[in-house]
């Protein structure tokens, strides 16, 4: 279980997080939800250690990351698939998949994951191909399967859809479903499209002006109209 407790964090004299607290379970999807601008993005940076929390506490089963850089919370337990994917444009797919290997130690560093593979046929298909050369579907295909390859427990992704056409969402939505329920991982998904966030929420929160402004059951956001509070 991720946890992140009563986080601040400030851009100069901008206060961008404010006392935020967020609990990711595991073995389900919680989806975090708001206009662009009010700090989601920022705070999965924070949670990840890229930028420095003012204060709050950031906890993976019970084991406090506030302290600790990004790299040691990777080894932990934690992938990340950044928006925009930020994949090494210049190495073919084998060495962007390898690149999330650097967690792990010993012959296991130097050969991509058979189950990554599996998850992600076109990548197989794709090895020798340089990043840069893939559509925005497979570069993000890539971006999550980079994320995976260290076996992590909680996988955050910011914005997987944003660029992508509807099959390969249709795609990423089946994997993200598959390691809730198969592997039992917690996934944090920040997403702006509603109705793909909205299929694969066992729980959801809305951010506005860097607050959680209401959370719930992903059972209850048609009925809490949450659509309308992400739109206002």
Same mark, same amino acid.
């Given at each position: 279980?991720?946890?992140?407790?009563?986080?601040? /964090?400030?851009?100069?004299? !901008? $206060?961008?997080?404010?006392?935020?607290?967020?609990?990711?379970?595991?073995?389900?999807?919680?989806?975090?939800?708001?206009?662009?601008?009010?700090?989601?993005?920022?705070?999965?940076?924070?949670?990840?250690?890229?930028?420095?929390?003012? !204060? #709050?506490?950031?906890?993976?089963?019970?084991?406090?990351?506030?302290?600790?850089?990004?790299?040691?919370?990777?080894?932990?337990?934690?992938?990340?698939?950044? /928006?925009?994917?930020?994949?090494?444009?210049?190495?073919?797919?084998?060495?962007?998949?390898?690149?999330?290997?650097?967690?792990?130690? #010993?012959?296991?560093?130097?050969?991509?994951?058979? $189950?990554?593979?599996?998850?992600?046929?076109?990548?197989?298909?794709?090895?020798?191909?340089?990043?840069?050369?893939?559509?925005?579907?497979?570069?993000?295909?890539?971006?999550?399967?980079?994320?995976?390859?260290?076996?992590?427990?909680?996988?955050?992704?910011?914005?997987?859809?944003?660029?992508?056409?509807?099959?390969?969402?249709?795609?990423?939505?089946?994997?993200?479903?598959?390691?809730?329920?198969?592997?039992?991982?917690?996934?944090?998904?920040?997403?702006?499209?509603?109705?793909?966030?909205?299929?694969?929420?066992? #729980?959801?929160?809305?951010?506005?002006?860097?607050?959680?402004?209401?959370?719930?059951?992903?059972?209850?956001?048609?009925?809490?109209?949450?659509?309308?509070?992400?739109?206002?």
């Amino acid at each position: 279980m991720l946890r992140i407790e009563k986080l601040n /964090q400030y851009y100069g004299g !901008s $206060h961008i997080l404010r006392d935020v607290s967020l609990t990711v379970p595991t073995g389900a999807c919680t989806v975090l939800l708001g206009r662009n601008g009010v700090g989601k993005t920022t705070l999965l940076k924070t949670v990840m250690g890229l930028v420095p929390a003012k !204060s #709050g506490a950031v906890t993976l089963d019970g084991v406090d990351l506030s302290t600790l850089a990004p790299y040691q919370r990777v080894r932990l337990g934690i992938g990340y698939v950044p /928006q925009g994917r930020e994949i090494f444009n210049r190495l073919t797919v084998e060495e962007n998949l390898l690149m999330g290997l650097a967690p792990v130690s #010993g012959s296991a560093a130097r050969k991509v994951p058979e $189950h990554i593979l599996e998850t992600f046929p076109v990548l197989k298909q794709m090895l020798r191909r340089r990043g840069g050369d893939l559509s925005g579907g497979q570069q993000q295909q890539l971006a999550i399967g980079r994320a995976l390859a260290a076996n992590p427990r909680v996988l955050i992704l910011d914005e997987p859809t944003e660029g992508i056409q509807p099959s390969i969402i249709k795609e990423i939505g089946a994997v993200i479903r598959r390691l809730v329920t198969e592997s039992k991982m917690a996934v944090l998904l920040v997403e702006q499209y509603y109705d793909f966030a909205e299929s694969l929420a066992d #729980g959801y929160a809305v951010m506005a002006r860097g607050q959680i402004t209401d959370a719930g059951a992903g059972s209850e956001m048609q009925a809490k109209n949450v659509r309308n509070l992400i739109s206002i």
